[in-house]
């Protein structure tokens, strides 16, 4: 069974660009959760779905991140535009809606560079 | 809110001997759940142990174990029988309260490992 998946791997772009970074959760799992660790510090919420709801987005920084999971399969993370203090790694995770699994399974990240 | 401390940023350990890794927590809630995660330098977050407040016993994987000691809110990870490929960043982290499983998690920033030969 594949894993979570995470595109692009790296991506270096300018302040004011635009990215898309894009996560496949595990077939199945409903839950779909952003973190972004930001250089030296700690891995941080962003926000959390359930299947193509938002269930909490308390940790989205500002109106420049806007993340969509339409259809409630994969889900996209946009910075329009970005600044300089966006860079860093940014994870997916899922997790199947019912009880009974207490882990949440990490992609590999993408790490966004900002110049 | 809830809070992880990690207060070593960097640990050494011998090859073959075992490593303790501090990780407090601060929560008020009664009902919460203790995580930790490796991170080698390929970048995956890799699950290793969970540890529910209600869980009377240490949870145990493999070499992996969690010394969970609830008053005084603290559940540090054990490695015992140290490896090479041991040498990685490792994160504990809280489930947020509410809501079953499903909650976010809340990190700590995290303890350099590096398993000497």
């Known amino acids: 069974e594949a894993g979570v998946t995470q595109f692009p791997s790296h991506s270096v772009i300018e302040k004011g660009q635009t990215v898309t970074l894009r996560c496949d959760p595990i077939?199945?799992?409903?839950?779909l959760y952003w973190y972004r660790r930001v250089m030296g510090k700690e891995i941080k919420f962003l926000l959390h779905?359930?299947?193509?709801?938002?269930?909490?987005e308390s940790g989205m920084p500002n109106n420049r991140f806007l993340a969509e999971r339409t259809g409630g399969t994969y889900s996209t993370l946009k910075v329009q535009p970005a600044e300089l203090e966006d860079s860093g790694v940014y994870f997916c995770?899922?997790?199947?809606?019912?009880?009974?699994?207490?882990?949440?399974?990490f992609g590999p990240g993408t790490r966004l560079t900002v110049l | 809110a809830q809070k992880i401390t990690q207060t070593q940023p960097g640990m050494f350990v011998q090859e073959k001997e075992a490593v303790t890794l501090d990780c407090t927590y601060d929560?008020?809630?009664?009902?919460?759940?203790l995580f930790w995660y490796k991170q080698p330098s390929s970048g995956e977050m890799i699950f290793l142990i969970y540890?529910?407040?209600?869980?009377?016993q240490n949870a145990t994987e493999g070499r992996y174990s969690l010394n969970f000691q609830k008053a005084r809110k603290s559940a540090n990870l054990v490695i015992s029988a140290s490896q090479l490929g041991d040498s990685a960043m490792y994160f504990c982290?809280?489930?947020?309260?509410?809501?079953?499983?499903?909650?976010?998690?809340?990190f700590g920033s995290g303890t350099q490992l590096t398993v000497l030969p």
């Open positions: 995770a899922s997790s199947p809606l019912l009880a009974g699994g207490n882990e949440q399974f």
């Open positions: 929560t008020s809630d009664q009902s919460y759940g």
């Open positions: 540890q529910g407040s209600y869980d009377e």
């Open positions: 982290a809280m489930r947020e309260p509410g809501g079953g499983s499903a909650r976010q998690l809340t």
């Open positions: 779905f359930v299947k193509e709801s938002k269930q909490d």
């Open positions: 077939s199945g799992h409903d839950n």
